[in-house]
């Protein structure tokens, strides 16, 4: 059977690793059912929590959260601050325009 001179399928952009490498952190950290109800909690509150609000929602171990917590800071999810003895979280809203950002890379 002859070659075609025309391909099957006209050839794509590539999307580059580099292009969606800074996504990786944020999707691992986003592929977990308890930091999707941790940053729920905080989506609902409309405000900062302390991690007190945070553990007590919670039947996890208070390291087990806290675990959940530096995942969600490591991808820039929610910030913190701390304050005497504890500390308070609220979404990262800076972060949540890479959402948008991503589908358009896809698109492109």
């Not at 059977?1 to 996504?23: E, G, H, I, L, N």
């Amino acid at each position: 059977m002859a070659k075609s001179a025309d391909p099957c399928c006209p050839p794509r952009p590539k999307v580059r690793a580099r292009a969606t490498r800074p996504y990786a952190r944020l999707f691992k950290a986003l592929a977990d059912e308890t930091r999707l109800e941790i940053l729920g909690l905080l989506a609902a509150g409309g405000s900062e929590l302390c991690v007190c609000d945070i553990e007590s929602h919670f039947d996890l171990a208070q390291p087990t959260v806290s675990h959940h917590l530096k995942v969600l800071r490591e991808a820039r999810l929610v910030t913190s601050e701390r304050r005497g003895t504890w500390v308070f979280y609220a979404i990262d809203k800076d972060t949540l325009r890479l959402l948008p950002e991503f589908h358009a890379l896809l698109r492109a």
